[in-house]
């Protein structure tokens, strides 16, 4: 797997180096860009050997120091991914595939302790799916892949949020859905309560481009 960066100011790819060969990992990284997380994946291509590594890159201008992460708790790929600047910087995994079954498992990394530790279960076991977060506290799970009770895989559209602020908080599946089903779904916060949801995939690449906002009541 080649790490790439993009640079803005000659609007070309520069090759970083490359990582280990796995299908599925994610890829974390600070708002800074100088800190990269190379985190999961599977040794082959249906996930049923998943791994729990976690590799940082410290990335400079002129070399790339590699940083000894813990491992995470659960060895999955193709999940939910995102790094949380926050008051401490946490990157937060959620669902994906564990040996091969999907999961609802998550957990959340603490980039200064070098520390892993659980969250609470998601409400529908899912990989490929998108999380968001709103305002240091909404962590929003957009879409997935899924698998009904007589085991068949679905695409959802479902929309799952979780309450970080709030001690013993569960994720909370709500009532309003993705207007279409399809997994690896982009998703951006660009307002305070807004969240651009775009593109994604449903046996086809989706192009479709629409907004997320929160009722400040509920």
Not at 81 to 92: D, S
Not at 93 to 104: D, E, P, Q, T
Not at 182 to 206: P, R, S, T, Y
């Amino acid at each position: 797997m080649k790490l790439l960066q993009y640079m803005d100011n000659i609007q070309q790819w520069k090759h970083i180096m490359n990582v280990s060969e796995l299908y599925m990992a994610k890829i974390a990284f600070n708002p800074e860009g100088n800190r990269v997380f190379v985190i999961g994946g599977a040794k082959d291509s249906k996930s049923k050997q998943t791994v729990a590594n976690c590799n940082g890159y410290h990335v400079t201008a002129d070399r790339i120091t590699e940083e000894h992460m813990s491992p995470m708790i659960n060895p999955r790929a193709s999940f939910g991914c995102i790094y949380c600047p926050r008051a401490c910087a946490e990157i937060i995994v959620a669902g994906g595939y564990i040996n091969g079954k999907l999961s609802n498992k998550c957990e959340k990394f603490d980039v200064n302790t070098n520390r892993w530790s659980p969250l609470p279960d998601m409400n529908e076991a899912k990989a490929s799916s998108s999380l968001c977060m709103m305002n240091d506290r909404w962590l929003y799970c957009f879409g997935g892949l899924s698998r009904n009770a007589q085991g068949q895989a679905f695409l959802t559209n479902s929309i799952e949020c979780l309450d970080l602020q709030t001690q013993g908080a569960q994720w909370e599946k709500l009532p309003l859905n993705l207007p279409t089903s399809g997994c690896d779904i982009g998703c951006l916060h660009i307002q305070k309560d807004m969240i651009l949801v775009f593109g994604g995939w449903n046996k086809n690449a989706q192009n479709g481009v629409f907004l997320f906002q929160r009722n400040n009541a509920s």
